[in-house]
T-cell receptor
Framework: KQEVTQIPAALSVPEGENLVLNCSFT??????LQWFRQDPGKGLTSLLL?????REQTSGRLNASLDKSSGRSTLYIAASQPGDSATYLC?????????FGTGTRLQVFP | ETGVTQSPTHLIKTRGQQVTLRCSSQ?????VSWYQQALGQGPQFIFQ???????GRGNFPPRFSGLQFPNYSSELNVNALELDDSALYLC????????????FGSGTRLTVV
């Protein structure tokens, strides 16, 4: 049974900092892994999708890495901004469903 | 291309009642999945539909049921509502096959009183 853990659970930083959000999962037999952003009370916005054969993906200030064998993924956010404040969720996909942890709640203050 | 749309956005029901939530998938997607997200938790997989058939189910009782229509839109039905069913219900569409990601809708906030 896939289990996902995200560390830290919450993070509060001044703007401009480079951030590291960690995700670990117990079953390495995944098709891919997706990172999402969720604003309070809203749906999920996909940030990055990493295929199981890939090591990393980049989009703007975001970079996600994947080490499938060790069951870890990391989301790097460069030069954080107040608009980055949200909950970040990672979700490995195996057997055609996403399994979520409880996320990292990020607050970036001016 | 249109994204995933869900209706209604908010709903209040009384315990014991039945509810139907609706989802239109993103253009070109043929698979729809439903998730339940309780306050402060990550989304939990309810079930997935592909070619109008249930294609995988999470740990939810039979009073949670669904449908997928020929145009790939979907409904989630919940019978005999309980207070613990209060949650944000999320619909996600994807294209069947390995390596494709999921696109989520904005969700339906269900409150059971």
């Amino acid at each position: 049974k896939q289990e996902v853990t995200q560390i830290p659970a919450a993070l509060s930083v001044p703007e401009g900092e480079n951030l590291v959000l960690n995700c670990s999962f117990t079953d390495s037999a995944i098709y891919n892994l997706q990172w999402f952003r969720q604003d309070p009370g809203k749906g999920l916005t996909s940030l990055l999708l990493i295929q199981s054969s890939q090591r990393e993906q980049t989009s703007g200030r975001l970079n996600a890495s994947l080490d499938k064998s060790s069951g870890r993924s990391t989301l790097y956010i460069a030069a954080s901004q107040p608009g980055d404040s949200a909950t970040y969720l990672c979700a490995p996909d195996n057997t055609d469903k996403l399994i979520f942890g409880t996320g990292t709640r990020l607050q970036v203050f001016p | 291309e249109t994204g995933v749309t869900q209706s209604p956005t908010h709903l209040i029901k009384t315990r014991g009642q039945q509810v139907t939530l609706r989802c239109s998938s993103q253009s070109g997607h043929n698979t729809v999945s439903w998730y339940q997200q309780a306050l402060g938790q990550g989304p939990q997989f309810i079930f997935q539909y592909y070619r109008e058939e249930e294609n995988g189910r999470g740990n939810f009782p039979p009073r949670f049921s669904g449908l997928q229509f020929p145009n790939y839109s979907s409904e989630l039905n919940v019978n005999a509502l309980e207070l613990d069913d209060s949650a944000l219900y999320l619909c996600a569409s994807s294209l069947a096959g390995l390596g494709y990601g999921y696109t989520f809708g904005s969700g339906t906030r269900l409150t059971v009183v």
